[in-house]
């Protein structure tokens, strides 16, 4: 037998922009997949907010902290590539969700630098309603359009909440982006299961070209939000909508004024939604956030200050019960 022929660990990249729905087709495999995985996920936001999202699996998961993976071809990757391939328990897959503004394919690339692996994928993720424009978006299309350039299959996610006209319209704008190119419509209830070896036979790279690569550590920026306290829910939503549009995205966990249990908040575009924490998040800080913006995102102060308007005020929420109506006996005495 050939020493590693047969050994090599299989690798598929999960791509796809900023809320496109990477981490719940991510979630789909683990729960369905039967196999043990390795998963490394790289967030571009200060705060690995997907790691805590990713739900419990037999294999294990690992964030890529530091930036985005694809730009800083950093030992901390192939490190921890390293170590994956040195389990004492041989891990079956490795799964690399990338970052929503990361290139998949150029983490294929770093990936493969590793001889112990073999491309399995490269699957991206589309959120069908937004990504025709985000295709011809003048700030974010370059980077879009780029996480196209190599994959194997695209999800073409969400169809459901989309009328059968505007599915065709998105499909067409991806589908014209390359030739060949295998689009599958899917919902986030009928998520395929990983495409099986499509690039077994891709050779391994032996350098990596740095060239005029966008460097997406300047193209994009990094907001994180964390404060004590909760928000006021009217406040939240007057707040949001006031939020610049250079803030592509906005997730993590917060409280809500009377609700005992934290929430997770994801905000793509103007687009947010509330649901229930996942235990996982659970932070030293009540209000956790972290934003990605375009390079024109404004002063971090100016967003801060905007969310700082939907805090509930605390000097008034300390107060309780007993404090009035200690307040009143002393009135009293
Ligand atoms: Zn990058």
Same mark, same amino acid.
């Given at each position: ?154 999800? %073409? ?7 059968? =006209?505007? !599915? $065709?319209?998105?499909? +067409?704008?991806? #589908?014209?982006? &390359? ?11 009928? %998520? ?7 690039? =077994?036979? !891709? $050779?391994?790279?032996? +350098?990596?070209? #740095?060239?005029? &690569? ?27 909508? +006031? ?33 229930? +924490? ?56």
């Amino acid at each position: 037998m050939m020493a590693g022929s047969h050994a090599k660990t299989p690798v598929t990249v999960i791509g796809g922009f900023l809320g496109a729905g990477k981490t719940t087709f991510l979630n789909h495999l683990l729960r369905n997949g039967g196999e043990r995985y390795a998963v490394l996920v790289n967030d571009f936001g200060a705060i690995n907010v997907d790691a805590s999202l990713i739900v419990q699996h037999d294999g294990t998961t690992m964030t890529l902290a530091n930036g985005c993976v694809c730009c800083s071809i950093g030992d901390g990757f192939l490190e921890t590539l390293g170590k994956i391939l040195d389990n004492e328990t041989p891990f079956n897959h490795i799964i690399i969700e990338a970052s929503g503004v990361g290139d998949p394919w150029r983490i294929a690339e770093i990936a493969l630098v590793e001889p112990g692996l073999r491309l399995n994928a490269v699957v991206v993720v589309a959120d069908a309603a937004r990504i025709s424009g985000l295709l011809v978006d003048a700030r974010v299309g370059d980077t879009v359009r780029n996480q196209f350039a190599h994959c194997n299959m695209v999800l %073409l996610n969400k169809v459901d909440l989309l009328t059968r =006209a505007e !599915v $065709a319209a998105a499909r +067409a704008d991806v #589908a014209a982006l &390359r030739h060949g190119m295998s689009v599958v419509e899917t919902t986030q209830h009928t %998520l395929p299961d990983l495409p099986n070896g499509a690039q =077994a036979t !891709v $050779a391994r790279f032996t +350098a990596i070209e #740095a060239g005029d &690569r966008a460097d997406h550590e300047r193209v994009f920026r990094r907001w994180s939000y964390r404060r004590n306290g909760a928000f006021d829910p009217a406040k939240l939503e007057r707040a949001l909508s +006031a939020l610049p549009p250079q803030l592509l995205r906005l997730k993590g966990s917060c409280r809500l004024a009377g609700d005992a249990l934290a929430s997770l908040l994801q905000m793509v575009g103007q687009d947010w939604a509330l649901s229930p +924490a996942p235990d996982e998040m659970a932070s030293q800080d009540d209000i956790m956030l972290v934003g990605v913006g375009t390079d024109a995102l404004p002063d971090v102060s100016i967003l801060d200050t905007i969310l700082d308007g939907a805090l509930i005020d605390t000097s008034q929420t300390h107060i309780t019960n007993a404090d009035i109506n200690r307040s009143q006996a002393e009135l009293t005495l």
